[in-house]
């Protein structure tokens, strides 16, 4: 092999080129020469990776210090970093992430404890940064930030005793038809669309880094600020129980309207954004739930307080809505929460809460009309305040005629027969209203079947009350022309409502009937005395027993004083239809104008005219002055 003439690591180099050339010859090898180069490649691997880490290690330490310099900078600067532009920001993150990479590759103690502070550092600046552009960029609940996706009553405060409850049809009252579901489901930018992209990047960072509970606790404090926000801009205060239960009325019915209207905005569109954008944010690692929890919680106790409050017939129509929307919602509840999810749960509480309240206060309405007494008759035998409200209310309730009657159902056992006893049939009716005849082919009621119980029901404990309102009256007449105007008033409510689908035909036609009869009770009470003065043979209630030997002059001047002690007393009734008004008057002038001008042709030659205060033209204009509500009186002045 010879002698090597060289030094050092020359003397290496010279030997590895001999060894190489040796091998690539293909000579055959001996086991102690194989034995020998298996030991040198070993060796010559252990000094090539030392020499490797060496360089790596240097490397580490010098990317670390760079990234931490940039880190540290930002610091320093006060500027919000993506103030400066997604630009800045993305080259922040990337200095985060690759200082998170850096950590897990370093093995000196001083290293690592300067990486894991400048990482804490900016996991706080991040945290900063995050909020900062929530809350900068947070755009108002407004429709015009909307977006859409494919998926899927003002209550009169008047109680019995007031003198109109037309404001007892909630306005608008559309909006309880089962119409009022959309298609689309609404959703709007709760934040800048530019700034999502920034957001996620910076959460999935804070994530990966460890700090995915900082970084849910930022977004859930500044969405829930934002969702209080909304609720203290639309006046929903918070109120605890014992607050609504002290409300006045008014202020309670005030109260309803705002949450009805803000619990549809925010379930229909405020929460189903809100899981939108956090799902944007977090992916499934989400914190819905925390952000809407308590503001969600805060009008569930209001409905609930609600519920707890006094059954008063005045509060159904707006419990009612409450309900109802509230079963409106439930399936976008349902898709929004978690079967597990205590919002859930207490949602359906409250719902069944104001369900049966709803139920209990209808019931204790038939029960207050029933209890409804009064000490003195109702002037002028006009439409009765009660009669007026207990059929405006049932108007109303139409409204809700699907939810209702499902509520009573739930309650209600049997169906009772609904058969309108027959009543006889009205042969060319003076009074029937038009619009009966409209509705002649309409079905007697086949749904509603609860719900058709119960006004049934109410109507009946309604008239037994008039009946006793009636007897009130010292004259027999006014009583009939008492009962004529709520009766008539309670049928033309029903046809000319949808009250007409829930009473049928039969009902109708039967109290048509019934006010028609007491039309004529009316005609014969009030006419038959006065004109049995103008019969022959001196028969009649209003003659005396001496009738028949009165004579003709002392028959004018008794129906004289009859017909003017009528006129004073019916002049001051009111009957407030005016097509019934007509019709009464007309009736009225048939039966005293015929009989009159009869006795008038056959004694007018034999009689001074002194006598004779009245014409028949005279008589016909005069009773145009019945029901009118102002009472007058001839002062035996008339003169023809």
Avoid at 166 to 181: A, F, K
Avoid at 383 to 412: G, I, K, R
Avoid at 454 to 463: A, G, P
Avoid at 465 to 477: G, Q
Wanted: with cysteine; glycine share 4%.
């Amino acid at each position: 092999m010879g002698e090597f003439e060289v030094d050092g690591e020359e003397k290496l180099i010279a030997a590895a080129n001999y060894l190489l050339k040796e091998l690539r010859s293909g000579k055959s090898l001996t086991r102690n020469t194989k034995k020998v180069l298996g030991s040198l490649l070993s060796e010559l691997s252990r000094v090539v990776v030392i020499s490797e880490d060496r360089y790596e290690e240097d490397e580490i330490e010098t990317r670390l210090n760079v990234v931490c310099e940039k880190i540290m900078t930002r610091e320093v600067d006060e500027t919000m970093i993506w103030d400066l532009g997604s630009d800045a920001g993305n080259e922040f993150l990337d200095a985060v992430n690759e200082l998170r990479v850096l950590i897990d590759r370093l093995d000196g103690e001083v290293s690592l404890r300067k990486a894991h502070d400048v990482l804490q550092t900016a996991m706080a600046r991040l945290e900063d940064e995050f909020k900062h552009l929530l809350v900068e960029n947070r755009l108002p609940f407004e429709l015009e930030h909307a977006s859409f996706r494919s998926e899927h009553v003002v209550v009169g405060e008047d109680s019995f005793g007031a003198a109109s409850t037309e404001d007892l049809v909630i306005g608008g009252s559309n909006s309880n038809n089962n119409s009022r579901r959309n298609s689309e489901e609404i959703l709007l930018d709760l934040v800048r669309p530019e700034v999502l992209s920034d957001l996620k990047n910076i959460a999935n960072t804070m994530i990966a880094s460890g700090y995915d509970r900082e970084c849910i606790q930022v977004c859930t404090v500044a969405r829930k600020e934002a969702l209080d926000e909304f609720l203290y801009d639309h006046e929903v205060e918070k109120l605890s129980i014992e607050d609504v239960l002290k409300m006045d009325w008014a202020t309670l019915n005030t109260n309803i309207k705002k949450w009805v209207r803000v619990m549809r905005s925010i379930v229909q569109m405020y929460l189903v954004s809100e899981k939108s954008l956090v799902t944007q944010i977090f992916g499934e690692l989400t914190c819905f739930v925390d952000i809407v929890k308590a503001p969600v919680m805060q009008l569930l106790n209001f409905g609930e307080a609600v519920s707890l409050g006094p059954r008063q017939p005045e509060k159904l129509l707006r419990i009612l809505e409450m309900y109802e929307l509230a079963s409106e919602l439930l399936p976008e509840i349902d898709a929004l929460f978690s079967d597990s999810s205590s919002v859930r749960g207490e949602y359906r509480e409250v719902m069944r809460r104001l369900g049966d309240c709803a139920r209990a206060t209808f019931l204790e309405f038939k029960s207050a009309i029933a209890s409804d007494v009064s000490s003195h008759p109702f002037p002028g035998g006009a439409v009765h305040p009660l009669t007026n409200y207990v059929m405006n209310y049932l108007m109303a309730l139409t409204d809700f005629s699907q939810t209702l009657d499902s509520l009573l159902m739930e309650h209600d056992d049997v169906v009772e027969d609904l058969t309108i006893p027959p009543s006889p049939d009205v042969i060319n009716p003076v009074m029937v209203v038009e619009e009966e005849s409209t509705h002649e082919n309409s079905s007697s009621p086949e749904k509603f079947l609860a719900m058709t119980k119960h006004f049934y029901s109410i109507t009946s404990v309604l008239e037994a009350n008039l009946e006793e309102k009636a007897k009130l009256y010292r004259d027999v007449s006014l009583r009939h022309i008492f009962l004529l105007n709520n009766i008539h008033y309670m049928t033309r409510k029903v046809l000319k409502s949808e009250l007409k689908h829930i009473f049928g035909d039969k009902w109708n036609r039967k109290h048509t009937w019934k006010f028609q009869q007491q039309a004529t009770e009316y005609e014969r009470s009030t006419w038959l005395p006065v004109l049995s003065f103008l019969k022959d043979d001196g028969s009649g209630s209003g003659s005396g027993s001496g009738s028949r030997n009165l004579r003709p002059r002392e028959r004018f001047q008794g129906f004289n004083s009859a017909f003017e002690e009528v006129y004073k007393a019916q002049t001051g009734w009111l009957i407030s239809d005016e097509r019934l008004r007509e019709d009464v008057r007309t009736k009225a002038s048939m039966w005293v104008i015929q009989a009159y001008w009869t006795f008038y042709s056959r004694h007018n030659n034999s009689v001074s005219e002194r006598y004779i205060k009245y014409s028949t033209d005279d008589l016909e204009k005069l009773l145009l002055d019945l029901f009118a509500g102002s009472s007058k009186s001839l002062n035996n002045s008339y003169r023809r």
